[in-house]
């Protein structure tokens, strides 16, 4: 089985690219209703992924602010604690599901470091259970 068969393409995932302002990260996070979300550059290609925390924390120690002073701080300005780590479109399923089973989401690259979408941890869970039923 491919790794393909578990991907939400780019086009279905909400990201931000690296020189969006804080405001605007926070602002598509709370619409989207996500605690954590990848971060692109403009040419397409995944360079981590922010949370909560990270922005959370940052506002705390780094910047005394009101939302109107959220529009200049630019999201590369905060510090990530961790990024999701990518994929290949080659990886392994066991590979995939060892780097699933540590993140909620696996950001998914091409061989040219593009994002080209994620794999969703409870995707991953749904499938076995659902095998596992057909087994039973």
Request: proline share 3%; glycine share 4%; net charge neutral.
């Amino acid at each position: 089985m491919n790794i393909l068969f578990f991907l939400t393409p780019k086009i279905d995932v909400a990201f931000i690219y690296d020189d969006f302002t804080l405001r605007q990260t926070l602002e598509k996070m709370e619409h989207h209703r996500y605690s954590s979300i990848p971060v692109l550059n403009r040419k397409g290609e995944y360079i981590g992924t922010i949370t909560e925390g990270d922005l959370l924390w940052s506002i705390k120690n780094d910047y005394n602010l009101n939302l109107k002073e959220a529009e200049n701080v630019s999201v590369t300005n905060i510090s990530r604690r961790k990024d999701n780590k990518p994929v290949g479109v080659n990886t392994k399923i066991e590979d995939l599901m060892s780097v699933a089973s540590v993140q909620n989401f696996v950001p998914v690259i091409d061989d040219k470091n593009s994002f080209i979408g994620i794999v969703k941890r409870r995707d991953i869970i749904q499938y076995c259970c659902n095998r596992l039923k057909e087994l039973l």
